[in-house]
């Protein structure tokens, strides 16, 4: 499929693992995917096939990064949690290893229209598909503020991407062990005040984004979340990540995440009609885990961020 | 593979026909190969047809629809578990009359043979999609889904009993008399012949099976269960034995004279064989798009070199060729 002369729309590929490096809890994946990094935009995401026993389906991960230059043709970047045996699988995949993936599927982040300043904010991994899109508008002249938040330290990816990026970075942990001790929504109105941002986007746990959306309306600032759902099949076949959103005449419908999403204008979501309703466990990362068929896998303590990012590479790497 | 074994089987492979009839006999509904879209697997049709041509399927076996739009039910819908997925749906779907009107005919103008899949609450209900399915020119024939697990009760789930299966489809028989109908069964009964020989008494054409199997699962951590229905639809490679043993009972008893749809976990060329010898004439493809949307194309496009291969020149000399065992029904 072809939009004014631009190639957009899925691909399927088979992807060489080019490097894999951690951040703290996560996990950083690099894949050579050139025609998946040329035709891909900050909010999409790419569906990766696992080879896990008894696992069946597809993968989803935001796409946290595009390269089209350097020694590989293009590469994109994706970020995981080791949560269950697929995630698992892909965390202790070795550089040199094939990985089937397709995409870039579902719709990126609409960009402004104008010159403004944006404010960032992202939960836990959420964060990822954040730094994708700081990325492009700093680079279409946008100013760009970061808000990020987790639980801990372990679960802030590469604080220091954002903190080049952008005229203002926060960070929230719930341990109080980085930056803020809290939730991203303690800070959101005093740093859309201190930036200016016109507008705001948002991923990470539906919980969060609820909140981060309310805030935004209240200060009637335009607010783009990008929703995270159990989904099948990522192409809009099988009708399993549904949310409630509302259309025209305010009537609520449920649309499918995968296609219809994952980016959403905030007010559109009836999260009063969707499970997110319902009250959230104590901790952002306990929602996330139930969010999962979680298999908590601990980090082991080296990913510490004093020098940025370990890099793994097997010895057979070049 | 060797160039000179892909270029001998390419061109054995022209010889080998695939082509079922599902007509039962008359010729009224053939179609050129045996991959079909298992019903509610497939979407519209358009969402496939951004990756692949959809007409190279034999069929489009559309998802269920109903009298009225359909929400469905909340999330999460879908569990992965070992080797397969449990999903509840709940039949979302945007009603009989917007499919008609905006689905069918995009499907028939990319050259797609389209089979309807009509589900209700009531045999009214069934009787009253049927005639606004049957006012279609583009439907070659009418898969009546008579065993969505996902409903508010199981006396609503018509194929646990030979008679009320055989209520609706002597209501859908009676509002489209010449259509191909094809009654989809449930795994979930002690004996699923009866039900077969029962509908087909009552006018189906013949039968589609299985549908998906009734399961559930709970998180051992947090008690919750693993889709918001609780009870869900297995599918997947899991069930697939299931699926090959009920489409030989129903094959044994109703005779190769009638048509089968098979469906069940099937994901490679040796599957699709597999149901063909158990008894199907043509196989539908369900949960291993959600793993991999190319499957349907792959298979379609792979069938004719394996048979091609083996010798064999039609894929209809296959059907119910499983070697007797010593307690063969």
Redesign the interface.
């Known amino acids: ?1 072809s939009v004014q002369g631009r190639d957009v ?2 691909v ?1 590929m088979t992807c060489v693992v080019v490097d894999r490096r951690r951040y703290g809890r996560y996990w950083g994946l690099t894949l050579s995917a050139p025609e998946i990094a040329r035709r891909a935009a900050p909010g999409q995401f790419v569906n990766v ?1 696992v080879e896990a026993p ?5 993968r989803p991960f935001s796409i946290a990064g595009v390269s089209l230059s350097g020694q590989v043709a293009g590469t994109l970047d994706i970020v995981l949690d080791a949560h269950g045996p ?1 995630t698992g699988a892909l965390a202790t995949i070795a550089p040199g290893a094939n990985l ?1 993936v ?1 995409g870039p599927l579902g719709k990126a982040f609409p960009m402004p229209q104008r010159r403004v300043a944006t404010l960032l904010v992202g939960g836990g991994y959420g964060a990822a598909p954040m730094y994708y899109l700081g990325g492009r508008l700093r680079a279409a002249g946008h100013r760009v503020n970061f808000l990020i938040g987790a639980a801990d330290t372990q679960r802030i990816i590469d604080p220091i991407t954002p903190k080049r990026m952008a005229n203002q970075a926060s960070f929230t942990t719930e341990d109080g062990s980085m930056g803020h001790r809290g939730r991203v929504t303690d800070l959101l109105a005093d740093d859309l005040a201190s930036t200016g941002a016109e507008v705001v986007y948002a991923c990470g746990p539906n919980a969060m984004l609820a909140a981060v959306g309310a805030i935004c309306e209240d200060l009637n600032v335009p607010c783009q979340v990008s929703v995270e ?5 990522g ?9 409630p959103l509302r259309g025209r005449n305010d009537k609520v ?2 649309r499918r995440v995968c ?1 219809d999403g994952p980016v959403f204008s905030s007010t559109r979501i009836a999260w009063d009609e ?2 997110w309703a319902e009250p959230a466990p104590a901790t952002v990362d306990a929602l996330v885990d ?1 969010d999962r ?2 298999v908590e896998v601990e980090a082991t303590g080296d990913g510490s961020f004093r020098s940025g990012v370990r890099t793994v590479r097997p010895q057979e790497a070049r | 593979m060797t160039a000179t074994t892909t270029a001998g089987a390419g061109a054995a492979s022209a010889e080998v026909d695939l082509s079922v009839d599902l007509g039962g006999g008359n010729g009224a509904l053939v179609l050129p190969n045996p991959i079909v879209t298992a019903s ?4 519209s049709g358009r ?2 047809d ?2 692949w041509d959809v007409a190279e399927l034999g069929a489009v076996v559309a ?1 269920s629809v109903t009298r009225e739009p359909r ?2 039910l ?7 578990t ?4 449990l ?1 509840a ?1 709940g039949l ?1 779907n945007p009603g009989v009359d917007t499919w008609v009107d905006r689905d069918v005919p995009w499907l028939a103008s990319r050259g797609a043979r389209i089979i309807a899949s009509i589900a209700g609450n009531t045999v009214e209900e069934f009787r009253e999609v049927a005639k606004r399915v049957g006012a279609s020119r583009d439907i070659a024939a009418v898969e009546i889904n008579l065993s969505c697990p996902n409903v508010s009760h199981r006396g609503l789930v018509f194929a646990t009993q030979a008679s009320t299966a055989a209520e609706v489809v002597r209501a859908v028989r009676s509002a489209l008399p010449a259509m191909p109908l094809f009654a989809k069964l449930t795994p979930d009964v002690t004996e699923i012949a009866p039900v077969g020989r029962a509908v087909v008494e009552a006018g189906a054409t013949g039968v589609s099976a299985i549908n998906t199997t009734l399961g559930m699962a709970i ?1 051992a ?2 008690g ?1 269960v ?1 889709v ?1 229905n609780g009870y869900a639809g297995l599918s ?2 899991a069930i697939r034995p299931m699926a090959v043993r009920a489409i030989h009972q129903l094959h044994v008893e109703l005779g190769p004279d009638v048509p089968i749809i098979g469906m069940g976990g099937v994901r490679t060329v040796p599957d699709v064989i597999e149901l063909v010898r158990a008894g199907a004439s043509a196989v539908a493809v369900g ?1 291993a ?6 499957t349907a194309r792959t298979l379609a496009r792979g069938l004719g070199e394996w048979l091609s291969r083996r010798g064999f020149t039609s894929l209809a000399e296959l059907r119910g060729q499983v070697h007797r065992w010593p307690h063969h029904p």
């Not at chain 1, 759902?229 to 099949?233: D, K, L």
């Not at chain 2, 509610?40 to 979407?43: I, N, R, S, V």
Request: charged fraction near 20%; proline fraction near 8%; aromatic fraction near 4%.
């Open positions: 499929m729309g899925p399927a096939a008894g696992t069946l389906l597809r697929g089937d397709l759902e159990h989904m099948a099949c192409v809009g076949v099988c009708m399993t990540c549904v949310l419908a449920n296609i969707s499970r139930a068929d979680a | 509610g697997c497939f979407a969402e496939i951004t990756l998802k929400q469905g909340p999330t999460p819908r879908m569990a992965e070992p080797s397969g997925m999903n749906i979302q998180d951590e947090t919750r693993k918001a997947g490679p949960t798009t959600f793993a991999d949307p190319f």
